[in-house]
C-alpha cells in the first residue's frame, strides 16, 4: 500500500494532505489495488462544507456573468475532449468494463459541459401576464452548496451530468465519488481549475458511502443533495435532509423491461436484447434486464439469443476484442450468484451462465452472462440484480407484456421493438417508466430529461428539467400604477391583492 499512489481530495483548488485513513482502489479485472484514496472524517466533510457556504456567498462564482460561466464551462468541455484516451484508460482500469464501451461513452461526454453551459447563456427569464399597471419579472438564482453522490457504474458520464447542470447554474459543488472507482472524478479538479473555474468552486471528496457520503448529507447548510444510487442509500440519508428541508433529486435505478413484438424481427430482436441486458456487464440503472418475449416469437428467439450469449467474448477489459468485462467486485460476484441461486429454487431454467468465472490467473471479479427463464412475481424478475443475470419471461399477447412491464415497483426505463408503427405508439403510452424507447435502448443525450416513476427516484438528470431543479425561482413584482390608498378616508381605485 505505501508503494501506491495516492489521490487525495481536491479542495479549494489543490489536493489536500491525505487523511490518516485510506482506501485502496482496486483493479476488479486482476483484483491488483491502482491508488488510494483519503477516507474523509466527519470534521473535515464539516470544515469543507463551511468553507464552501462560505465561497458561494463571497465568491465570484455565483454573482458572474452568464457568459463568464459558458465560457469556463465551454473550455472544460475542450480540455476534457482533448484528453479523452486519459479518462478512458483510467475508467477502464478501475471500472473493469470493456475499453471499447468506454471509448464509445466517453467521448460523448463533453457534450454535457457544452449543453448546460449554452444552456445558461441562453436561458431567459419571464414576465408574468400580472394584472394592471404592474411588470412581474421571474429570475433563476443559484440554490448554495450542493452534494453530488456519484456511482461506480458510469463515474465519468454521471458525475459530468450533475457537476454541468450544477456549475451552469452558479452553484458551488461538493461531489462525493463512489470509493469503488473515484479516480476519473478526482482527476477533474485540476481540469476545471485551469480552465478558469474559480478555486472552491468544485470540491471533490472521497470516503464510504456510509461515512464520508452521510456526514455530507447530514450537514444542514446543504441546498440540495443530487443522488444516484440504490433505495436504501436514499432512505439512509432522506431523514436528515427533510429535518433540513433540504430537496433531493434521486437517481435510484430500476428493472428496465425490453418488450419484443412478432412484427420485429428475430435477428434484430436478438441484437437488441444483447445490448440493452449486457452492456457495463449489466451495471446500469436502465439495463435491460426483464426480456418480455411474445410467444409467436419465443422459441426462435430463445434458441437464437443462447446461442448469441454464449459467444460473447468475456475477458481483459484492455483486449479490444472483448466484449463482456467484469463486475465491480467480489461483493457483486456474489450477488450475482445469490440470484441465479434463487432463481433456480423459484424454478427458473438457466438458459446460458450462471456462474462466477476468473482470468487466467485465476483472478478477476467475472460473471458469465447469464439468461435463466422464469415467470412473472418471482424474485429475479422482481428485485435488481446489477449484473449480467438477465430474466427471460413467455409472454402470451400484447396486453400481457404491458402488465408484466408495469407490475415492477420500479420505473426508470423501458424498450419497445416493435416494427408496427401504431402498435409502438400503443404500447409505449401504457408503459409507466420515466424513459421509453422505441426499437432503442440505452439512448442518452444532455437534452433528454433522465429519471423514473415510482421506487426509481425523484426529479430528473439531463435537461432544462435538471438546470431549473439547481435554481430558486424570485419573483419581482414592479408596481407602476397601483395607489398605496387603501387607509385613506375615501380610497380611490383601492386594490387589495
Keep these: 500500500m505505501a508503494d501506491l499512489p495516492h489521490i487525495s481530495n481536491w479542495v479549494n483548488g489543490a489536493h489536500t494532505a491525505a487523511t490518516t485513513d485510506r482506501i485502496p482502489v482496486i483493479n476488479p479485472a486482476n483484483e491488483v489495488p491502482i491508488a488510494t484514496i483519503d477516507a474523509t472524517p466527519k470534521e473535515t466533510v464539516d470544515s469543507i462544507v463551511n468553507e464552501s457556504l462560505h465561497t458561494f456567498r463571497n465568491g465570484p462564482w455565483s454573482r458572474t456573468d452568464v457568459s463568464d460561466r459558458f465560457a469556463v464551462l465551454s473550455t472544460a468541455a475542450r480540455l476534457l475532449r482533448s484528453r479523452i484516451p486519459e479518462f478512458v484508460e483510467l475508467e477502464t482500469r478501475q471500472t473493469g468494463r470493456p475499453i471499447r464501451e468506454m471509448r464509445a461513452q466517453l467521448a460523448r461526454v463533453p457534450e454535457w459541459l457544452e449543453y448546460f453551459a449554452s444552456l445558461a447563456r441562453v436561458h431567459e427569464g419571464r414576465v408574468t401576464p400580472f394584472k394592471g399597471p404592474v411588470v412581474n419579472t ?47 472524478v ?64 434521486a437517481e435510484l435505478g430500476g428493472k428496465a423491461p425490453v418488450c419484443f413484438f412478432p412484427s420485429m424481427e428475430v435477428e434484430n430482436a436478438v441484437k437488441a436484447a444483447l445490448f440493452a441486458s449486457f452492456i457495463a456487464s449489466g451495471q446500469t440503472c436502465v439495463t435491460g434486464s426483464r426480456l418480455l418475449v411474445h410467444a409467436d416469437m419465443y422459441d426462435e428467439f430463445t434458441a437464437l439469443l443462447k446461442k448469441r450469449v454464449e459467444a460473447l467474448r468475456l475477458g481483459d477489459p484492455f483486449d479490444d476484442q472483448t466484449q463482456i468485462g467484469t463486475v465491480i467486485s467480489k461483493i457483486a460476484v456474489e450477488r450475482c450468484s445469490a440470484f441465479v441461486e434463487r432463481a433456480v429454487k423459484e424454478g427458473g431454467k438457466i438458459l446460458c451462465g450462471g456462474k462466477p468465472t476468473t482470468n487466467p490467473d485465476g483472478k478477476g471479479f467475472y460473471f458469465q452472462p447469464t439468461v435463466i427463464e422464469t415467470r412473472p412475481q418471482t424474485d429475479l424478475e422482481c428485485n435488481e440484480v446489477f449484473g449480467p443475470v438477465i430474466a427471460l419471461i413467455k409472454c402470451h399477447s400484447e396486453e400481457d ?76 413584482v414592479i408596481n407602476y400604477g397601483v395607489p398605496p390608498v387603501w387607509f385613506d378616508d375615501e380610497p380611490a381605485n383601492a386594490r387589495y391583492g
Excluded at 452534494?147 to 451552469?168: C, D, R, S, V, W
Aim: charged share 15%; aromatic share 6%.
Design 401 to 476: 407484456i404491458i402488465h408484466v412491464a408495469n407490475s415492477s415497483s420500479m420505473a426508470l426505463g423501458a424498450s419497445v421493438w416493435t416494427n408496427d408503427f401504431k402498435q409502438a405508439h400503443r404500447v409505449a403510452d401504457k408503459i409507466e417508466a420515466g424513459i421509453v424507447w422505441i426499437n432503442g435502448h440505452h439512448l442518452n443525450d444532455p437534452s433528454s430529461p433522465w429519471g423514473g416513476f415510482k421506487q426509481s427516484g425523484l426529479g430528473k438528470e439531463n435537461g432544462l428539467e435538471a438546470y431549473e431543479s439547481y435554481t430558486k425561482l424570485k419573483s419581482t
Design 186 to 249: 478526482l482527476k477533474l479538479g485540476a481540469l476545471f481549475q485551469e480552465a478558469g473555474l474559480p478555486d472552491g468552486v468544485l470540491q471533490i471528496v472521497s470516503g464510504y458511502g456510509y461515512e464520508t457520503g452521510k456526514y455530507l448529507c447530514e450537514s444542514r447548510l446543504l441546498a440540495k443533495i443530487d443522488l444516484t444510487g440504490g433505495l436504501a442509500t436514499y432512505k439512509a440519508i432522506a431523514p436528515s435532509a427533510s429535518a433540513n428541508l433540504i430537496p433531493i433529486t
Design 138 to 184: 421571474l429570475t433563476r438564482l443559484p440554490l448554495g452548496v450542493v452534494a453530488l453522490i456519484t456511482p461506480y457504474n458510469h463515474p465519468l458520464l454521471i458525475a459530468m451530468k450533475k457537476i454541468g447542470a450544477a456549475l451552469a447554474a452558479g452553484n458551488v459543488v461538493i461531489v462525493k465519488a463512489s470509493e469503488l472507482a473515484p479516480l476519473s
